[in-house]
């Protein structure tokens, strides 16, 4: 960079100048890449991954067997290289797409824009991605596309056999998700009728046997003859020592705090990586270290901390305000002495981006003066490469969707990791050096632990699942070769609540037009249902609304030290009918207001997130229009809207028992309603309505709406029966 002031005087300014240059060269603004290979050429970098040297076996295998199981090493760059390679093999050349499923939506579109920069086009070109609400490719031109598992089995309903595919690989299959599973089994049938079509299943921890068996179509005995075959691939992990406690820690969310502050104390320099469970806990530690990383700007001789937090909801704003805030480690005085280089230098410095299509601070590189600490939840344990990590601290816990056949509700529950997932998430300590890891527990624990994390379609509510294996033509659930069995239980549930909302008919079948139409929605059979029937109660503007609004976490915001500030203008949008109404108060606001982003700061909202639900709404309402439902909007009738959610939630139904407690209407279990609704802090109804169950501390019901009971009969006539209690007590 060349620095040209503007007006420069003989000699006296001159000075000035040089002064002010050696202190931006003292600051040291250009960034340290974590990468050895950094000065080489993209194809250059390329050649070094490990997978590189196994490109052609890669490739040679796939022209002798039709499966291919990849076990690969964490960084070996299975991710990003194996399409390439399809690529440059010609395996697109025919105008079929190469096909890479992720486990989540965050994989999908960072890989596919790293792979796009690799191939040095524009992400939507020659390289896209397709998730859930979000698309950037073109079917004419994009030759490989990254999507969700949900996605290309969706895709399945217009093209059961992926004629549009001639490769798909199922990447990061350890994860085993309800999709995983499905895919895999569908997959499995695919491949009997298109002897042309190419699976590969990648991961870093498989069970690479038992996959290769599940997809062995072969008979006999003869291994030659063998359809799937396993090929091993070494990374280029660097040794990471392990650490364990000598007690068991009595609150491992504040022992992760005295961990990072020991290790910034006492070890050289490297990022740290935090491991928690959820939202709530990851920004409680973030405020916590916050504070300390305060304390150490009276200390200029001691390294900077800069504290990102990283969720799946986290939002793009909350990135930028942490990154720039109080925690970030640019002395002002230091800032104020080069302000004069102009707003492109200070982008520089901060790290901000806003072109940034992710807005993931946590994937860029910071000032070798500057310890960077990454808090984040179970989605930085696989997928996501984070560079720079040279210590990893694991509290040993993960928060898991868990659903619970009694109370036919789905749990989120805070349970202890396995084996498989602690060495996963030690592994982020050994990317780029030696590393270390400290977990927060001792090593008997450890050894205590489940070796693999138990399969998510065997602790999932299967309605969602059954729904989408009907629309394909599996006819009998009970026969499908499913890598995983789920527990009987689980499926007789998903049938009874299927049924019970009239998509499936006496004989377990589809029903026409209902039935086919919940299948194509990308959403829970019950947010289906509530928009299908919206045209009924003449609300489908709303109904489009509240659907769009539930699928966008954190709309409220809560600003460090703004707590009281946040929830009294979130209670200014609330109503005695609960979260739902209030949910669609605020988005009729925010379109009042010209979708402003200043209006959404001085009401503690997210802006990213109202923006990202408007895009929702909108292709909801696209399937609304292909069906043929009137999109009309009520003129102030809030019980049309609430007898529209109830219509689809009416499975989801609680009653207030004497005790002052609620009890879910269908099996009698106890809950509470959660803290966060506006419903919590007011008179009690005697009836509700939730979307969701979150387990905590207690059982707490999410998005909850107040009903009377009369509507559950005049609606689920077919699922309650209204009795009076003499009635009751005759019986």
Request: hydrophobic share 40%; net charge positive.
């Amino acid at each position: 960079m060349s620095f040209k002031p503007k007006f420069l005087k003989p000699g006296e300014e001159l000075l000035a100048f040089e002064e002010e240059r050696s202190s931006v060269a003292d600051l040291d603004y250009s960034k340290v890449i974590f990468n050895p290979y950094s000065s080489l050429s993209i194809e250059q970098q390329r050649q070094q991954l490990p997978i590189f040297q196994y490109r052609n076996h890669l490739l040679y295998l796939l022209e002798c067997f039709q499966t291919l199981v990849i076990v690969g090493e964490t960084s070996c760059g299975k991710s990003t290289q194996v399409p390439q390679y399809l690529l440059e093999a010609g395996w697109s050349s025919n105008g079929k797409q190469i096909g890479v499923t992720e486990p989540r939506r965050l994989s999908a579109t960072t890989l596919s824009n790293r792979v796009a920069e690799e191939k040095g086009v524009i992400c939507g070109q020659d390289v896209g991605f397709s998730i859930r609400f979000s698309e950037c490719c073109d079917p004419k031109v994009t030759k490989i596309k990254y999507m969700t598992e949900g996605t290309l089995v969706r895709e399945m309903m217009a093209d059961p056999l992926l004629n549009s595919y001639s490769v798909i690989m199922v990447d990061e299959a350890h994860e085993r998700s309800v999709y995983t599973d499905i895919l895999l089994g569908l997959l499995r049938k695919i491949i009997r009728k298109r002897p042309d079509l190419r699976i590969i299943i990648s991961s870093a921890t498989l069970e690479a046997e038992i996959l290769r068996n599940f997809f062995n179509t072969n008979e006999s005995k003869n291994s030659s003859k063998d359809t799937a075959t396993i090929i091993s691939i070494e990374g280029r992990n660097f040794p990471v020592d392990i650490h364990y406690v000598c007690e068991p820690v009595p609150n491992y969310v504040q022992a992760c705090v005295d961990t990072v502050i020991k290790i910034h104390r006492f070890e050289p320099g490297g990022g740290i990586l935090v491991f928690l469970t959820g939202q709530e806990e990851v920004e409680h530690v973030v405020r916590l270290l916050i504070n300390y990383a305060r304390t150490l700007k009276n200390h200029s001789t001691e390294r900077k901390l800069l504290i990102l937090p990283l969720y799946a909801a986290l939002p793009t704003t909350d990135q930028m305000m942490l990154q720039a805030s109080e925690n970030m480690v640019i002395q002002r005085s230091q800032i104020r002495r080069i302000k004069g280089l102009g707003k492109f230098l200070l982008a520089k410095l901060f790290n901000f981006s806003r072109s940034d299509p992710s807005s993931m601070k946590v994937f860029k590189s910071v000032s070798r003066y500057v310890r960077r600490v990454i808090v984040a939840t179970n989605i930085a344990e696989a997928s996501l490469t984070i560079g720079g990590i040279s210590y990893v601290v694991d509290c040993g816990f993960v928060k898991l969707r868990w659903y619970n056949s009694n109370s036919c509700t789905d749990c989120l529950v805070v349970v202890p990791v396995s084996q498989a997932s602690a060495d996963q998430r030690a592994g982020r300590a050994g990317r780029v050096c030696s590393g270390k890891t400290y977990r927060l527990c001792t090593e008997e624990d450890y050894l205590k632990l489940p070796a693999q994390t138990c399969p998510v379609i065997q602790r999932s509510s299967l309605a969602s699942v059954i729904l989408q294996l009907k629309a394909l033509g599996i006819e009998n659930i009970l026969r499908f070769n499913f890598p995983a069995a789920p527990p009987a239980k689980n499926v007789i549930n998903a049938l009874e609540l299927l049924y019970a909302l009239g998509a499936l008919d006496d004989n377990g079948q589809l029903t026409s037009p209902l039935g086919l139409r919940m299948s194509e929605f990308p959403l829970h059979p019950m947010f289906a249902k509530m928009l299908l029937v919206s045209g009924d109660f003449e609300c489908s503007e709303e109904a489009v609304i509240i659907v769009a609004m539930l699928h966008v976490e954190n709309i409220f915001i809560s600003p460090p030290g703004q707590g009281l500030q946040a929830r009294k203008a979130k209670y200014g949008f609330s109503v005695k009918e609960g979260d739902h109404i209030t949910l669609l108060n605020v988005y009729n606001a925010f379109i009042k207001e010209n979708k402003s982003r200043k209006w959404c700061t001085q009401h503690f909202l997210n802006y990213k997130g109202l923006m990202r639900a408007e895009e929702i709404r909108k292709q909801l309402a696209k399937f609304l229009t292909k069906f043929k439902i009137p999109l009309v909007k009520t003129e102030g009738d809030v019980d049309a809207v609430c007898h529209c959610i109830v219509a689809g939630f009416f499975a989801n139904s609680a009653y207030l028992h004497y005790s002052g407690v609620y009890k879910t209407i269908c099996g009698d279990h106890t809950l509470y309603i959660h803290p966060s609704s506006v419903l919590y802090s007011q008179k009690a109804p005697q009836c509700v309505v939730f979307s969701e169950v979150l387990h905590t501390s207690k059982e707490y019901m999410r998005d909850v709406t107040a009903v009377e009971p009369s509507w559950l009969c005049e609606l689920a006539p077919h699922y309650y029966q209204y009795r009076t209690a003499r009635e009751l007590a005759a019986q």
